[in-house]
């Protein structure tokens, strides 16, 4: 490829597209890497249902987006017009295009999507890549001009960057799936009243998640999650834990449990069935709130039975445990949750959990 673009312009479009990044902040990479090699006065990044005739749009500028926003419905109606979409429909086309490949000045500006579209932007020039997907939709990114065409010379960038988009868009979605996998998991977690910790083969932990941070940093006052690093009783408890064979078997980890005036913490190695390439773990962190008394909890303002109600809920325990427990009905203890969600200012089971801990780590203001 002959361009005027040197080595080093390309390989820093290329890392940034190739950064780990989720779809969302891939769009708003590729819309500031490629006009630095691809003039363009306005970018966007589209994808297109055919069959449902709907467009989503991605402008560069927040004017831009304004104009596509007020004026969707004719594109929608009219984006067949575009002869860049009939090129991308077409078998083994090439993946880049521009509107002059197919009309000239005169035959652009009498089209209905021109009219009643395009031309809120200007007198625009259209340069087209396709992004290569696994979906039926059509995805690509539209380069547009106000004053020149775009070159041969800028079809052949975009041909070289292509393959390389698609990849890093492939990327981007895996990894927006990856963390939305995660984001369930944790919530799941969470909801169990256990906190998980990812560490690396040096026992560096690489993601703590809210709730297991809250748990160490209560029972370890040595805690320095913030300079990536274990309370030294869990970094040491892990060294001498390390996964070994035995003559019957695998090694089994024991859990960690250490008692705190303020209750008990455990920290225990998730089983996996495989190794991981970088030989890391995962480790469990749940609290239980063991020698104290419900009684305490009534300093938060709540009734003797809501306290005895959050008491029990803190320890993960369900509304029909929990109504066992203390000899009512399921219903009551649903009433019961619901005022002291009310009184403590919280929307859910893990909130109010949270404050019944730091109350009794003397981290809540008594009234």
């Given at each position: 490829m002959?361009?005027?673009?040197?080595a080093?312009?390309?390989?820093?479009?290329l890392?940034?597209?190739?950064?780990?990044?989720t779809?969302?902040?891939?769009?708003?990479?590729?819309?500031?890497?490629?006009?630095?090699?691809?003039?363009?006065d306005?970018?966007s990044?589209?994808?297109?249902?055919?069959?449902?005739?709907?467009?989503?749009?991605?402008?560069?500028t927040?004017e831009?987006q304004?104009?596509?926003d007020?004026?969707?419905?004719a594109?929608?109606?009219?984006?067949?017009?575009?002869?860049?979409?009939?090129?991308?429909?077409t078998?083994?086309?090439?993946?880049?295009?521009?509107i002059?490949d197919?009309m000239?000045?005169?035959?652009?500006?009498?089209?209905?999507?021109?009219?009643?579209?395009?031309?809120?932007f200007?007198?625009?020039?259209?340069?087209?890549?396709?992004?290569?997907?696994?979906?039926?939709t059509?995805?690509?990114?539209?380069?547009?001009?106000l004053?020149?065409?775009?070159?041969?010379?800028?079809?052949?960038?975009?041909?070289?960057?292509q393959?390389y988009?698609?990849?890093?868009?492939a990327?981007a979605?895996?990894h927006?799936?990856?963390?939305?996998?995660l984001?369930?998991?944790?919530?799941a977690?969470?909801?169990?009243?256990?906190?998980?910790?990812?560490?690396?083969?040096?026992r560096?932990?690489?993601?703590?998640?809210?709730?297991?941070?809250h748990?160490?940093?209560?029972f370890?006052p040595?805690?320095?999650?913030?300079?990536?690093?274990?309370?030294q009783?869990?970094?040491?408890?892990?060294?001498g834990?390390?996964?070994?064979?035995?003559?019957?078997?695998?090694?089994?980890?024991?859990p960690?449990?250490?008692?705190?005036?303020?209750?008990q913490?455990?920290?225990s190695?998730?089983?996996r069935?495989?190794?991981?390439?970088?030989?890391?773990?995962?480790?469990l962190?749940?609290c239980?709130?063991?020698?104290?008394?419900?009684?305490?909890?009534?300093?938060?303002?709540?009734s003797?039975?809501?306290?005895?109600?959050?008491f029990?809920?803190?320890q993960g325990?369900?509304?029909?445990?929990?109504?066992i427990?203390?000899?009512?009905t399921a219903?009551?203890?649903?009433?019961?949750?619901?005022?002291i969600?009310?009184?403590?200012?919280?929307?859910?089971?893990?909130?109010?959990a949270?404050?019944a801990?730091?109350?009794?780590?003397?981290?809540?203001?008594?009234k």
């Amino acid at each position: 490829m002959q361009t005027s673009i040197d080595a080093s312009q390309l390989e820093a479009c290329l890392k940034a597209l190739y950064r780990l990044q989720t779809v969302d902040e891939f769009i708003v990479t590729m819309m500031r890497e490629i006009p630095k090699l691809v003039a363009s006065d306005h970018t966007s990044f589209n994808e297109i249902n055919l069959q449902e005739r709907r467009m989503f749009a991605v402008m560069d500028t927040p004017e831009g987006q304004m104009i596509v926003d007020r004026h969707r419905a004719a594109y929608d109606k009219h984006f067949t017009d575009n002869p860049l979409v009939g090129h991308f429909l077409t078998p083994g086309s090439q993946a880049v295009a521009k509107i002059s490949d197919y009309m000239n000045r005169e035959e652009w500006h009498a089209t209905d999507i021109y009219k009643k579209f395009y031309s809120k932007f200007g007198d625009l020039h259209q340069m087209v890549v396709s992004v290569p997907t696994n979906s039926d939709t059509f995805v690509g990114i539209a380069l547009n001009r106000l004053d020149r065409d775009f070159t041969e010379e800028d079809r052949d960038i975009l041909l070289f960057l292509q393959p390389y988009l698609g990849q890093a868009y492939a990327n981007a979605v895996e990894h927006t799936r990856t963390l939305g996998m995660l984001d369930s998991h944790n919530r799941a977690l969470t909801w169990l009243e256990k906190g998980v910790v990812e560490v690396d083969s040096a026992r560096r932990p690489t993601y703590v998640s809210p709730l297991a941070r809250h748990y160490l940093n209560d029972f370890f006052p040595n805690a320095h999650l913030d300079r990536n690093r274990l309370p030294q009783e869990v970094e040491d408890w892990l060294g001498g834990q390390a996964s070994r064979e035995t003559p019957e078997g695998p090694y089994m980890p024991v859990p960690l449990v250490c008692q705190r005036d303020i209750g008990q913490v455990t920290v225990s190695i998730l089983p996996r069935e495989s190794e991981t390439p970088d030989g890391g773990l995962t480790l469990l962190v749940e609290c239980a709130l063991v020698g104290q008394s419900s009684r305490a909890l009534e300093k938060l303002g709540l009734s003797s039975r809501e306290a005895d109600v959050l008491f029990w809920l803190a320890q993960g325990k369900s509304n029909p445990e929990i109504a066992i427990i203390l000899g009512i009905t399921a219903p009551t203890v649903k009433k019961h949750i619901e005022a002291i969600f009310r009184k403590l200012n919280v929307s859910n089971r893990t909130e109010a959990a949270l404050n019944a801990h730091r109350f009794f780590t003397g981290r809540w203001p008594v009234k």
